[in-house]
């Protein structure tokens, strides 16, 4: 099933088109300019065939498994999500910040971008083997999570559009971008002659709940470890065409700037709050939520270094790389980060890698009974959480957003 905004982008976008204010509530009878629409066909296919895919109808992809590894829907409290963007209740509202914000995303730098060409499919059918496997595992998880935060920015534009319309507008503007790209990479899927049915995702998929600061946090780390991840693929195949096997790869480049505009916004967000910031719990959430991303980042990806070496990539320099990116663009605002560049910091999550790259193997044995299993399993769990909380204690690096006045890079400044 394929996601897409139906704005005759397609069609019109040679011609100029100005966006006009959000409102919180449509004139009665006027028709709507965007819908999005979860239908998508995609034929079956002997070449996928023997991978291991499993179809609720033809051309219907049933999603994949959930674990702790997999990306999450979430919902939080909504209410709370108002008073935080309420400029009566919130004094700290930078609303000077929010506007340019705001201006950025009604500039809509991506209207006329996710067109494709016939190149797509083509290109999908010389991928074969074990190599298609791996991309469509990619397409699935990646089309998931764009999908993920395209559900959670709606649902806050519609929640916030009567006390704060021009939040809400941001919120949706956001969920556009979303969209546009959930809707992309479940087409791409369709080229390899499978989609996922988000409507039935969007009914079925289990929802977590975070409470708003932690929504923030979680969202801004996301959207810029999203970004390095986009840009470091692009220049890389820019570098080394022949490992270009997909077409997809080309739109990284102004894809990652929607990543970089939504985590800008989500810091103005965090800035809002300065408790989030400046206080001795928001040293230990920062940390925490940099861990929880690195962490889960590596040991995902390192479960499918196959599809990394497929691009020409090393999946540990890829992620290493991707990691230090992010942590140096996370310091100008979170007050603390680990100090990813100290060896040890690694060292600890090549440990974890290890250890489980050793669940997984025992996890897909089909040959030892259940019970034989959970116990050999304890010790390797045991090591692993001894691993994790190592890391929670690893070195840290001081810092933080000029804008917040008792932070360590604003007090360097005054020096």
């Known amino acids: 099933m394929a996601l897409q905004m139906t704005l005759k982008q397609q069609r019109v976008c040679t011609r100029a088109s100005s966006r006009q204010p959000f409102r919180a509530a449509p004139p009665a009878g006027r028709p709507r300019q965007c819908v999005v629409r979860v239908q998508a066909t995609a034929a079956p296919n002997d070449l996928n065939s023997g991978l291991g895919f499993q179809t609720m109808r033809d051309g219907v992809k049933i999603a994949a498994q959930e674990t702790l590894l997999t990306p999450r829907f979430y919902t939080t409290d909504f209410a709370e999500m108002e008073e935080l963007f309420s400029q009566e209740i919130n004094p700290h509202l930078d609303m000077g910040e929010l506007d340019a914000c705001l201006q950025e995303f009604r500039n809509d730098y991506n209207k006329c971008h996710f067109v494709r060409n016939e190149t797509f499919k083509a290109a999908a059918d010389k991928v074969t083997g074990a190599t298609r496997k791996i991309f469509i595992e990619f397409l699935e998880r990646s089309c998931t999570a764009e999908f993920s935060g395209f559900l959670l920015y709606k649902e806050l534009a519609r929640r916030l559009k009567t006390s704060s319309p021009a939040v809400a507008e941001m919120f949706l ?235 360590a890079a604003a007090q360097q400044l005054a020096f």
């Not at 663009?329 to 040890?344: G, I, K, M, N, Y």
């Open 173 to 407: 503007l956001m969920s556009r971008d979303e969209a546009r790209h959930a809707g992309f990479l479940n087409k791409a899927l369709s080229d390899f002659n499978l989609a996922l049915d988000l409507g039935f995702l969007t009914k079925n998929r289990t929802y977590t709940y975070f409470k708003p600061k932690f929504i923030i946090y979680a969202t801004f780390l996301s959207e810029k470890i999203g970004y390095w991840r986009y840009i470091t693929i692009y220049r890389h195949l820019q570098r080394n065409p022949d490992n270009q096997l997909y077409p997809l790869f080309e739109y990284f480049e102004n894809w990652c700037q929607d990543e970089n505009r939504h985590g800008d916004f989500l810091a103005a967000c965090l800035k809002a709050r300065p408790e989030l910031l400046n206080t001795w719990e928001a040293k230990l959430w920062s940390k925490f939520f940099c861990l929880s991303v690195y962490v889960t980042m590596y040991l995902n990806d390192h479960q499918r270094t196959a599809f990394y070496e497929a691009l020409g990539l090393t999946t540990r320099q890829f992620n290493q790389h991707v990691i230090i990116e992010t942590n140096k663009s996370t310091e100008r605002l979170f007050p603390v980060v680990p100090d990813v560049e100290d060896p040890a910091f690694f060292e600890l999550l090549n440990e974890m890698v290890d250890v489980n790259s050793k669940l997984v193997k025992l996890d897909a044995d089909g040959n030892t009974p259940a019970f034989l299993k959970s116990l050999m399993k304890l010790p390797l769990q045991e090591r692993l959480a001894s691993l994790l909380i190592r890391i929670l204690f690893c070195k840290e690096k001081q810092c933080g957003s000029v804008d917040i006045p008792s932070s």
